[in-house]
């Protein structure tokens, strides 16, 4: 238990269920719902914290198609870049053509090698606010190590310009949960 606890970054002696479905992003098989922060947007800069999604399904699925070329990801290689990754790093985050779940996907990569994906939610607005033509930094806030659950491994901080306006929820679908 203090182990798993210590992968997602939070204190066992703090670790009610909510901090650990909070923090884990409720991606378990018997989770029903994700969490994660609101991106906020202040002074005309966004900022959104995700963990990133799909980690495990890099080197067992097919290619990914990044800027018009096909990508396949070895279970080796996929692991190397991840271990590799420190806190503050920059990563990238590419839209993805083609992909059969969301006409919006966004992948996460670093060193060219494709890790995981952008909350399939969050997707679209990325897409808009042109974080891959230069106007965001892409970091990594923390990493977790090859036995963490692969859905706590990376967690990624996104900062862009956002214009006048601009919401990820423009429907107003989303449940914020207030404490």
């Known amino acids: 238990f203090a182990s798993a606890m210590a992968d997602l970054g939070i204190s066992p002696d703090m670790a009610t269920p909510w901090e650990q479905i909070v923090h884990s992003g409720g991606r378990r ?3 029903t719902l994700q969490f994660m922060q ?10 959104a914290r995700f963990l990133t999604n799909g980690i495990r399904h890099v080197p067992v699925g097919g290619a990914i198609n990044l800027d018009g070329t096909p990508h396949r990801v070895s279970s080796e290689e996929h692991e190397r870049v991840l271990s590799s990754l420190v806190v503050g790093q920059s990563v990238e985050i590419l839209p993805e053509r083609n992909n059969p779940e969301d006409e919006n996907s966004m992948v996460v990569t670093s060193q060219g090698v494709p890790l995981g994906w952008a909350p399939r939610v969050l997707s679209e607005g990325l897409r808009a606010l042109g974080v891959t033509e230069g106007s965001g930094r892409t970091t990594v806030v923390r990493t977790a190590g090859p036995t963490a659950p692969p859905h706590v491994r990376l967690v990624i901080d996104v900062e862009a310009d956002a214009p006048i306006g601009f919401s990820f929820d423009r429907a107003g679908d989303w449940d ?3 404490a």
């Open 38 to 47: 609101m991106p906020a947007i202040r002074a005309g800069r966004l900022h």
């Open 29 to 31: 098989a018997g989770d």
């Open 176 to 178: 914020p949960y207030r």
